[in-house]
């Protein structure tokens, strides 16, 4: 598989990976991988009493084909940057999903 361009770890229970939060955006979408290798998730729910945390997790279950139960904020859980742990999935699972949901790798038909 190609060398990832995004942080993503392979832990004892599943995987991890870093991203970057624009709550109060349009909509809730994966927009793009950053230099640092963090990807950067526009939430649509504001900053306030967890909505967007709430709201991240379950958009990152959606696209993940996972419940909402296996995907944790393990830090940064009060700032824009946050450590996500998968669990129950590998690091290459993680990546084709989170790359087949990118904007920037979405093949055009």
Do not use: C, W
Request: charged letters at 30%; aromatic letters at 2%; proline letters at 5%.
């Amino acid at each position: 598989m190609a060398k990832r361009k995004f942080r993503l770890h392979d832990a004892v229970r599943g995987a991890a990976l870093t991203v970057r939060v624009t709550p109060r955006a349009r909509k809730t979408q994966l927009a793009r991988v950053l230099d640092d290798g963090t990807i950067r998730v526009r939430v649509a729910a504001p900053p306030v009493e967890g909505k967007a945390n709430r709201a991240l997790l379950r958009y990152l279950a959606r696209i993940l084909g996972v419940r909402t139960s296996r995907v944790e904020i393990v830090a940064g859980e009060k700032g824009l940057d946050k450590i996500i742990s998968i669990s129950g999935m590998d690091a290459e699972d993680v990546q084709r999903k989170i790359l087949a949901a990118l904007p920037e790798t979405k093949q055009s038909p």
